[in-house]
Structure formats: C-alpha cells, structure tokens
T-cell receptor, first 112, second 116 residues
C-alpha cells in the first residue's frame, strides 16, 4: 500500500470549513484513498473514500487531484464534535489484503 | 444493540491472570478484526477472521489467542501478559465478498487494558 503524509496538527474555527491535506505521491492506479477519524478514546470511524473522482457524502467531501498524488478532506462546517485525529489511508479497494494501515494522522482541533 | 460492541470497556489485570475480551457485531458482516493501539503509536492490525477462518496473524505473540465461534462474535483470550501490552484493543468488522476485502471497516469503542 502507498505511503501517505499528513500534517501533524491543524486548527479550525467552529463553523468554518476544515481542509485536511494528504500527500500520496506513490499511489498506484488501482489504489483508493480512504479517510477515517478517531475521536479521543473511541474507535476509528469511516468517513469517505474515492478513486479518481471527487466524492461527497453527509459527513464530508473528498477532493482528489488529477494526478492522484494528493487529496483534501473537507468538513464544510466544522463543529466542536469534529475535533479528532483524521487518518488518510491508501490501499487497494476490494481486492488484496484486508489491512488498513493507519499512520499518525492529523490532529484537528476545532476552536470555539 | 447496534454496530460493534466490545466488553469490557476497561480491564485491569495482573501478569499472571487470564482474561478474555469480547466483541460482537450487529451489522451482518462476515469479517472481523482485532487491532491494538498503544500510547502514541498508530493502530496495529493483530488478527483477521474471514468467514470464521483466521486469514491474517501479524506476528502477534502467543499470549494473545483469538477465537471466532461465528461471524458475529470475536474473542481475544489473554494470558501471562506483560506491562507493555497495556493498550486500547479495538475490534472491527466489514463485509467481504468473493474473498476480497471491503471498502469500510466499522470499529467498536475498544477495551482499555492495563497490565500491572
């Protein structure tokens, strides 16, 4: 699975959009980009995933660059409950290992 | 009960004790996972069960013994643990089709284990 690079931490004002970047320059053509988050002392929570096209669901939007070497997770209106560690993971979709390889992620702090 | 549940939520045990962690998923999934999260370390996959068969064991010491009696239940039996085994143990489940992994894993709240 391709390696990802994320900033260690970020702050965001409550009500503003939180944009969390992720670099995955060695991603291969059949690898997906996944985002999970982990609120303190809880299990990780799936947010969204994508291959090439931008994706949106009720939680967030995922913007993937045309060369697929980086992506951005967007929380459109951050709330205090969005304070968490956000993990960007690159792996094969349905095929291959079941393993999710979590890195250190980005600690997002939403500030009142 | 919904989602993935884990019991107990907190456990303190001595190095000579034997205890078990329990995980139950109410999502109709057919694959289950044990992860370990130590302080200031990324999550580490320990075991994977697909259709009750163990498919991955990431070099986990034998003092951790998993058991998957059916696709809804997963246990982690613990014996003669070390203080460095203190961590948050997370269970997850997913739906596997055709022997391939799924996009999403759903995690339980974890068991906070302290070995004294």
């Amino acid at each position: 699975d391709a390696k990802t690079t994320q900033p260690t931490s970020m702050d965001c004002a409550e009500g503003r959009a939180a944009n969390l970047p992720c670099n995955h320059s060695t991603i291969s053509g059949n690898e997906y980009v996944y985002w999970y988050r982990q609120i303190h002392s809880q299990g990780p929570q799936y947010i969204i995933h994508g291959l090439k096209n931008n994706e949106t669901n009720e939680m967030a939007s995922l913007i993937i660059t045309e060369d697929r070497k980086s992506s951005t997770l967007i929380l459109p209106h951050a709330t205090l409950r969005d304070t968490a560690v956000y993990y960007c993971i690159v792996r094969l979709g349905r095929a291959g290992s079941y393993q999710l390889t979590f890195g250190k992620g980005t600690k997002l702090s939403v500030i009142p | 009960e919904t989602g993935v549940t884990q019991t107990p939520r907190h456990l303190v045990m001595g190095m000579t004790n034997k205890k078990s962690l329990k995980c139950e998923q109410h999502l109709g999934h057919n694959a289950m996972y044990w992860y370990k999260q130590s302080a200031k370390k990324p999550l580490e996959l320990m075991f994977v069960y697909n259709f009750k068969e163990q498919t991955e064991n990431n070099s986990v010491p034998s003092r951790f013994s998993p058991e998957c009696p059916n696709s809804s239940h997963l246990f982690l039996h613990l014996h003669t643990l070390q203080p460095e085994d203190s961590a948050l143990y997370l269970c997850a489940s997913s739906q596997v089709q055709g022997g391939q992994g799924s996009y999403e894993q759903y995690f339980g709240p974890g068991t906070r284990l302290t070995v004294t």
